[in-house]
């Protein structure tokens, strides 16, 4: 299997610009999970789904950000409009899901920055 | 709610030295417990996990023991190596509390090792 696969790996943007990160999770996995990396904050959960359904979005910082499932092969992270302080390394890590040993597989992250 | 302690880094040590990274918990429940270990430019990877007490994870000369009476599992290795220079995510999960396999991380422990 070729992991989670995370596009684009580097974006940068003006402020005010929408954003699109994408994910597509191993075959399989019926969770996914998107994270924020900064050296603030360290590492954020921001959203998780379970089989296509948003479980748990109260990480999500503010209207700004939306997330989406349309099948369990695909999920976006939206950012619109961006802002400087949106600059981080966004992960996507799937897992099964369900399981008491949660193994989590991360994706490489797309590092945003937002000029 | 949940969380987990790490000693602050950076930690830089020569190659073939001792290394010990701590982590402790405080959870209320009985979780499983990780360590996650990120690449320079990489995503998070798994590097060993215990799910109950006395349990030892080991993996790549790294060992940690699930210690419930102290609350922690720290992260040793006997000789490190230039190449296990990464940061090191202490991480704990409980299913059975939040419903799913959510996972808290640690702030993460930089280590460089020098030839």
Redesign the interface.
């Known amino acids: 299997d070729a992991g ?1 696969i995370q596009s684009p790996r580097h974006e940068v943007t003006e402020m005010g610009q929408e954003v699109t990160l994408r994910c597509k999770p191993i075959s399989g996995h019926n ?1 996914l999970f998107w994270y924020r990396q900064t050296m603030m904050r ?2 954020e ?1 921001l959203i ?1 789904f ?1 089989n296509n359904v948003p ?2 979005d109260s990480g999500m910082p503010e209207d700004r950000f939306s997330a989406k499932m349309p099948n369990a092969s695909f999920s976006t992270l939206k950012i619109q409009p961006s802002e400087p302080r949106d600059s981080a390394v966004y ?1 996507c ?1 799937s ?1 099964e ?13 797309t590092r945003l920055t937002v000029l | 709610g949940d969380s987990v302690t790490q000693m602050e880094g950076p930690v830089t040590l020569s190659e073939e030295a001792f290394l010990t990274i701590n982590c402790t918990y405080t959870a209320t429940g009985y979780p499983s417990l990780f360590w996650y270990v990120q690449y320079p430019g990489e995503g998070l990877q798994l590097l060993l996990k215990a799910t109950k007490a006395d349990d030892k994870g080991s993996n790549k000369g790294f060992e940690a023991t699930y210690r419930k009476e102290t609350t922690s599992f720290h992260l040793e290795k006997g000789s490190v190596q230039v190449s296990d220079s990464a940061v090191y995510f202490c991480a704990l999960s409980d299913p059975r509390k939040t419903s799913y396999d959510k996972v808290i991380f640690g702030p993460g422990t930089s280590l460089s090792v020098i030839p």
């Open positions: 989670v969770s360290g590492l959960l998780y379970n479980i748990d992960f890590a897992s899901g369900y399981s008491v040993y949660n193994e989590q597989f991360f994706g490489p992250g």
